[in-house]
């Protein structure tokens, strides 16, 4: 495993141990890094490539990958723009590390920057895991998604992404073509076995037809 400052996130790579397995882009929630998901990955795709960046944005000491005016209020500019940033360290990456395009996989901010760049910039992405996600532009960009595979996962008693947002959400990457399946578990934020199940059952899936 690498941790490396040279691209314009400081990362960690870790390469594949099979070349078949799809690479992975782990996004995590406010106040984690680049360490946070790397457990996750293991169990759900074992063999794959995996990126890590650490959010460039700090709130109190905490990273987050855009900057928020509120708890589930965002600085839709910075979300942009961040997201913009996002795509452009995954294409450097992809040459430095010699990757596909990568399945993202991020938790609560990590889930939201995601969608945004799905959004702004679906090419930078294979699809995605969208864990505890919200509507990251109330305006979504209408680039399309043409059959991109993503997962979200809810909590149907989350305090934080209230059940419409993340069903809007669904509904959004759905209008422009995205491949959305939608699941919402008897929980609240924090995440569960059973996001681990269904997005390592998912992402398997997703091998078996590719
Ligand atoms: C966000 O700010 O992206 C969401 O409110 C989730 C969070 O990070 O708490």
């Known amino acids: 495993m690498t941790v490396t400052t040279e691209l314009s996130f400081t990362h960690r790579f870790v390469p594949a141990t099979d070349p078949a397995a799809p690479p992975l882009l782990l996004l995590h929630g406010t106040g984690g890094n680049e360490d946070d998901l790397l457990p996750l990955a293991r169990i759900i795709a074992p063999g794959s490539a995996v990126l890590s960046p650490r959010g460039k944005v700090l709130e109190g000491g905490m990273p987050r990958f855009f900057r928020r005016l509120a708890e589930g209020v965002f600085d839709e500019d910075d979300v942009r723009r961040r997201a913009d940033e996002l795509a452009d360290f995954v294409g450097a990456a992809r040459e430095a590390y010699g990757l596909a395009a990568p399945i993202a996989v ?4 990590g889930a939201n920057i995601a969608a945004a760049v799905l959004q702004r910039r679906p090419d930078a992405l294979a699809g995605a895991v969208l864990l505890r996600a919200m509507v990251p532009l109330r305006e979504p960009p209408d680039a399309s ?10 909590g149907a008693m989350d305090p934080i992404v209230p059940a419409d947002n993340a069903a809007r959400l669904a ?3 759905r209008a422009v073509g995205g491949q959305v399946r939608h699941e919402v578990l008897p929980t609240g934020h924090g995440l569960t076995q059973a996001d681990v199940d269904l ?7 997703l091998n078996e037809a590719g």
């Not at 998604?145 to 809810?154: A, E, M």
């Open 106 to 109: 991020g938790f609560s901010n």
């Open 145 to 154: 998604l043409s059959g991109k595979p993503i997962l979200i996962v809810s």
């Open 171 to 173: 509904t959004f990457l």
């Open 199 to 205: 997005a390592r059952g998912w992402i398997e899936r």
